[in-house]
């Protein structure tokens, strides 16, 4: 039996993961995994950086574009994929709890 690598995670688990973190950004590689036996691979196909506010997603991929994603948008564009584990860039993009 095999199991799931621990450090990756499901576009359901990063989804949740970004809703408790709610206006941090946090960079993600996004991997496809192919084929099955001895030809199994892993394709990275870039890199992303996502920050979950409220009912949306926004998501800058790897050209640099950025687009809203409602959370059903988000597992439908990203269902396939697995991610690598999240790192905090850093940013925060939601400042209002700070000033209330």
């Known amino acids: ?6 450090l990756m995670l499901s576009p359901a688990d990063l989804l949740s993961f970004l809703n408790e973190r709610g206006g941090r950004e946090y960079r993600v590689q996004a991997l496809l995994h192919t084929g ?3 030809k199994a691979a892993v394709r990275e196909l870039g890199e992303y950086s996502l920050t979950a506010r409220g009912e949306t997603v926004q998501a800058t991929g790897p050209s640099g574009q950025t687009r809203d994603l ?3 948008d988000f597992l439908s564009v990203f269902g396939s994929y697995t991610f690598g584990p999240a790192q905090p ?3 925060m993009t939601d400042l209002g709890p700070l000033f209330s």
Do not use: F, K, S
């Open 1 to 6: 039996m095999r199991y799931a690598d621990p």
């Open 36 to 38: 099955r036996g001895r």
């Open 70 to 72: 409602t959370h059903a």
């Open 89 to 91: 860039t850093g940013r």
